[in-house]
């Protein structure tokens, strides 16, 4: 492969992939044999490789500069043609599941393999297929709007990610000012964002109802592949939250305040953790590349190997820039079998957060493409796969004087502060979903009321110094999940309770630490959630009192 700049890019002809997949529909039908409709299957595999690839080199580029109307235009193509190709897909997988060598298959590939195509048919329906282009145009509306958001500080012009880094400032003046900026920027825009998640709501509601569902919940959870824990084991993980996690933030944060010498520790102190400055990395954007290739060289030898890969091929696009969306995260190109990461960087820590956190996603791609003969077996519910993120962030820990020099330390006790303080937000997210979806016709104004009581509940140090708009709760708008991957939030939490065992484990034995995540990485989505789990040795976070168990080792390091 050449380098992603160089991929070329050929919109898919439908027409003949579509009569590809009629074409692969009847052969399996009239197959004579398992060795048969496997060899078919890896065909018509490839060809949907083909497929995916050119849209995820949209989206990618898409994502790059969404004002570039090229790849805009490229994105709703996919997005019209794909829920259209779906119904093709699922005659597909229908014939596939009716065939009497099923159980042939199913010893090659997994019974999950066609557990997960039999869900997939619930959502490749004509009656949501016009919901489903429709939600897709509101999302890249939401994308554009909140990429191409600027404002003036400091004679700079500012987008959401480039406000962070004065948002960290030891100057406490400055970090008013930025988080004013912010807010200012947000509520600016919140009409239009308000205007986007209410059709999104009743379209997302309105599809679960043409489904059959009860309600967009039950709906989302199955999309998920949520088939091992229900929506009341996700509250009572919540709650374990609440009532272990929660007393202990409140400790930390209050010794933050003792720290920056503060009598009131309002939300833009919260990311400044030392009164000097928060440690930031030393060097360019290729410099620090460079220095993540020699961590992952001298990490093990799979890992040099899968950062070698990503560096030849320009498998990355970090920099923030003018209309590029906002936020980070691991994509592929499945031809290729190579992750992709994107980023916005902005001169702080979390520059160095997305080498581990996207490192770590893009990692267990790497190692699962080549394990398994189908994409879809690589890919794990986004449960597991926040843990490989999360787990590869400890796991980088004694490289990071080669981001920080004699700063080192400070970061590595402010990241598992803050991956420890993050959690209560997290959960928060996920009830606020909960919340909307109970009631859709909830007005604007209820969402954000909602959105505060919940926020009072679980982080109760949180205080805005007197902003109107986040005091009546327009803090939720910052999360893009929200909008664009509805109930895709919890699973960080639940994925920070595993990394914290595996990060207790690598204490103790890093090497068998280190092999049990790279069989939990090659093992990809073969298993579903609590095999995967065993498979790791990592206990369930819905076991009663794993949180405590889990964070026990944290909160000791911590003092608190």
Known sequence: MKTFSEVEYQRPDIAKLSQAIVDYTAAVKAAASAEEVYQLLVDHKAAMDEYTTMRGLANIRNSIDTRDPFYAGEKAFFDQEGPKLNLLLRDANDALLASPFRPQLEEKLGTLFFKNMETSKRFADERIVDDQIRQSQMTQRYSKVVATAVTTFHGEECNFSRLLKYMQSADRDVRREAFQAWAALYEKISPELDEIYDELVHLRHGMAMKLGFPSFTEMAYLELQRYDYSIEDAASF???????????????????????????????????????????????????????????????????????????????????????????????????????????????????????????????????????????????????????????????????????????????????????????????????????????????????????????????????????????????????????????????????????????????????????????????????????????????????????????????????
Request: some cysteine; aromatic content about 14%; charged content about 25%.
């Open 238 to 560: 919540r709650r374990q939250v609440r009532e272990v996690i929660t007393p202990a933030c409140e400790k930390l944060f209050a010794r933050q305040a003792q720290r920056l010498n503060v009598d009131k520790l309002h939300y833009y102190d919260e990311a400044l953790f030392y009164p000097e400055g928060n440690p930031v990395p030393q060097g360019t954007r290729q410099e620090l590349v460079a220095k993540a290739q020699q961590m992952y060289r001298e990490m093990a030898p799979e890992a040099g190997e899968f950062f070698d890969a990503m560096v030849e091929h320009d498998m990355f696009d970090l920099e923030t820039k003018p209309g590029k969306r906002l936020g980070g995260f691991c994509s592929s190109l499945h031809k290729y079998r190579l992750p992709f990461i994107f980023a916005n960087f902005n001169g702080t820590s979390a520059d160095v957060d997305v080498l581990t956190h996207e490192a770590g996603h893009a990692f267990e791609c790497y190692l699962a493409f080549r394990a398994h003969p189908f994409v879809e077996l690589a890919f794990s519910t986004s449960e597991i796969a926040e843990i490989h993120s999360m787990t590869m962030e400890h796991f980088a820990y004694p490289w990071m004087p080669l981001f920080f020099g004699d700063q080192a330390e400070k970061y590595r006790v402010a990241h598992l502060t803050d991956a420890l303080t993050v959690i209560p937000y997290l959960v928060s997210v996920d009830e606020y979903q909960h919340r909307v979806f109970e009631k859709p016709d909830m007005t604007a104004k209820e969402r954000r009321a909602a959105w505060r009581e919940i926020e009072k509940a679980y982080m109760p140090w949180r205080d805005y110094d007197g902003n109107a708009f986040l005091e009546e709760g327009g803090f939720w708008m910052q999360k893009p999940h929200i909008f664009l991957d509805p109930f895709y939030y919890i699973e960080y939490a639940l994925a920070q309770t595993c990394a914290f065992q595996f990060y207790d484990g690598m204490k103790k034995d890093r090497a068998k630490a280190w092999e049990d995540y790279c069989r939990l990485c090659r093992a990809g989505g073969s298993l579903g959630y609590f095999q995967l789990l065993q498979l790791a040795g990592l206990r369930s976070p819905f076991e009663p009192g794993s949180v405590a168990q889990s964070v026990a080792g944290v909160l000791e390091e911590l003092g608190v």
